[in-house]
């Protein structure tokens, strides 16, 4: 019943920007803590950003930090992320998931529920 969406991915060259947006349903969305995660091809499972139940919080991976912008519109049931200066390193299908609280976490386990992912590709 509960279903995150992920869109806003595809193929941008290094430097551009792209926003990702996750849709959620079946539970009331601002109650949680939400995150990011991506994972590149014959890698683990990697944090990207969270954000606390109503924003005031932000959290993020060294790699992403000062490039990346999480945040999140209760009243839409939205999640975004603002990625600008893309690298190649970049590269990757980016996961939105929902914290099992309302308070932010790097950790995968304190996710409950995750969308089915969306392909960021940076050419070089």
């Known amino acids: 019943q509960v279903q995150l969406v992920e869109s806003g991915g595809g193929l941008v060259q290094s430097g551009g920007s792209l926003r990702l947006s996750c849709t959620t349903s079946?539970?009331?969305?601002?109650?949680?803590?939400m995150g990011w995660f991506r994972q590149a091809p014959g890698k683990e499972r990697e944090f990207v950003a969270a954000i606390s139940r109503i924003g005031g919080s932000t959290d993020y991976a060294d790699s992403v930090k000062d490039r990346f912008t999480i945040s999140r519109d209760n009243a839409k049931n939205t999640l975004y992320l603002q990625m600008n200066s893309l690298k190649p390193e970049d590269t990757a299908v980016y996961y939105c998931?929902?914290?099992?609280?309302?308070?932010?976490?790097?950790?995968?386990?304190?996710?409950?529920?995750w969308g089915q992912g969306t392909q960021v590709t940076v050419s070089s």
């Open positions: 079946g539970r009331t969305f601002s109650n949680y803590a």
């Open positions: 998931a929902s914290n099992r609280g309302m308070l932010l976490s790097t950790r995968p386990q304190r996710y409950d529920y």
